[in-house]
């Protein structure tokens, strides 16, 4: 184990009242939530790319952390992987995400690119074992490199494809072999820049066959885990095919993939389709796709993927709401896809991003918990819907009755509905009650 986090211990729960910053005042991993253990319940990641690879750039400025893993060659990717099962062990997180490209450095060909990723899987290993840290999800970087500019599986040259499907096969041989319980496809330039030089319907087509190739290989290497789309609606592209959840829903039917590809959320990426989070994630329980989600934020006055750590106890509460309703994780888990920012120098600064977004996390799920025991939320939306209980309502949903049918009703029964109020006010009270 290194000690580039020294003077740093495994960080504890401490209770609510601890004024200690290297202490969990919410997060209590062994803390029983509706039945189930906390750290079951949130499944927790660190994700390699921010707080490894991030090296604190932004589009005025370049580096401004220093950390001694930062280079170009396999000595300085074993340390930073050194580095970083430190950190995941400190924390206590159960699991890590990571892209090729955060762990391993390019090489002059495929072939050597996927010989360092799986030189460093085999340290990942043993890593993983004197650990116990398991792998959340994997996934390929098919957005940085300049080949990918113009798309991976959309691109108009079909040896960019053939490179990307070589990548994401390595990627998940790699998952899988890490034991990896989801893989994640993320089409950063997967849209286009201008329709003036897209051919919309083909790049369609070409993602849709990449998406196919994918499960088919799923199933062909025995993989158990589910494979996931992360929806975002543009940055990099202007525009990005995998807008967001609904988006998806339509493109997987389409190419009739809905009941073998599932979505990984993330909160900015809803922001920036002009949704709310809780919004994609009771989209996506309804359309019977939830996986996984990336827990981060935007700051609402910078129109971009900022990538903050979540600090909003509400609403970590009323996303926490639609995951406990959608049956919670199976294969999924809370990736903070977060980065701390560029004048966050200190290798501390690591530990107060990740406690802040875990306590968040651990706040907002107890709230939502507590809000399903005490049942009032339920009750209030059953009974707005109660009318549909009714013999005729179900008769009209099912199909029973026509349009003329239900016509000649309106006008022999004399029907003139009633409006009632909405009580929005009363509702976002009552979930104050429990944040
Ligand atoms: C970028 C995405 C990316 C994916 C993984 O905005 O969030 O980090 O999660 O490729
Ligand atoms: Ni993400
Ligand atoms: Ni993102």
């Not at 955060?102 to 993983?128: C, Q, Y």
């Not at 199976?330 to 120098?345: P, V």
């Not at 819907?385 to 004399?414: C, F, H, N, P, T």
Request: charged share 25%; glycine share 10%; hydrophobic share 40%.
């Amino acid at each position: 184990m290194t000690e580039f986090f020294a003077g740093i211990d495994r960080i504890a729960h401490e209770g609510p009242e601890s004024t200690n910053p290297l202490a969990f005042r919410h997060y209590d991993p062994d803390e029983v939530v509706l039945g189930k253990r906390m750290e079951e319940h949130l499944r927790f990641a660190v994700a390699y790319w921010h707080s490894l690879a991030f090296e604190g750039l932004d589009p005025f400025g370049g580096r401004t952390f220093d950390r001694p893993w930062y280079g170009d060659d396999m000595d300085h990717a074993r340390l930073k992987a050194d580095v970083a099962f430190e950190l995941f062990s400190k924390l206590g997180v159960p699991y890590f995400c990571f892209h090729d490209a955060d762990v391993r450095p390019e090489g002059a060909s495929h072939a050597e690119s996927t010989a360092r990723l799986n030189a460093i899987a085999d340290h990942f290993e043993t890593k993983m074992a004197e650990t116990g840290v398991k792998l959340l999800w994997g996934t390929a970087n098919l957005f940085s490199n300049r080949r990918f500019m113009a798309g991976a599986a959309t691109n108009p040259d079909p040896d960019v494809f053939a490179y990307a499907a070589a990548t994401i096969k390595a990627n998940m041989d790699v998952t899988q072999r890490l034991g990896g319980e989801n893989y994640v496809l993320w089409g950063g330039r997967e849209g286009y820049e201008t329709l003036l030089n897209t051919d919309l319907g083909a790049e369609l087509d070409q993602m849709g066959r990449m998406l196919s190739l994918v499960v088919e290989y799923k199933h062909k290497i025995g993989f158990k885990g589910a494979i996931l789309l992360e929806p975002k609606p543009q940055e990099p592209t202007k525009h990005q095919y995998d807008f967001d959840v609904a988006t998806c829903y339509g493109f997987l039917k389409r190419y009739g993939l809905e009941d073998e590809v599932k979505v990984n959320i993330e909160v900015g990426h809803a922001f920036l389709a002009g949704h709310s989070f809780e919004h994609e994630l009771a989209m996506a329980r309804t359309l019977g796709i939830f996986g996984s989600i990336d827990m981060n934020r935007n700051d609402i006055q910078c129109g971009w993927d900022t990538d903050h750590f979540p600090n909003d106890p509400r609403e970590a509460t009323l996303a926490y709401y639609q995951i406990l309703k959608a049956g919670g994780f199976t294969t999924g888990g809370t990736n903070f896809d977060a980065k701390i920012r560029r004048q966050s120098l200190d290798p501390v600064d690591l530990f107060h991003g990740h406690i802040l977004g875990m306590d968040t996390c651990a706040r907002g799920l107890k709230a939502a918990a507590a809000m399903i025991g005490d049942g009032t939320h339920d009750a209030f939306v059953a009974d707005r819907y109660a009318g549909w209980q009714g013999a005729e309502a179900q008769a009209m949903l099912k199909g029973e009755r026509s349009l003329d049918q239900i016509a000649d009703r309106v006008i022999s029964e004399g029907i003139e509905p009633q409006p009632r109020s909405g009580r929005q006010e009363y509702l976002e009270g009552l979930v104050n009650r429990f944040v």
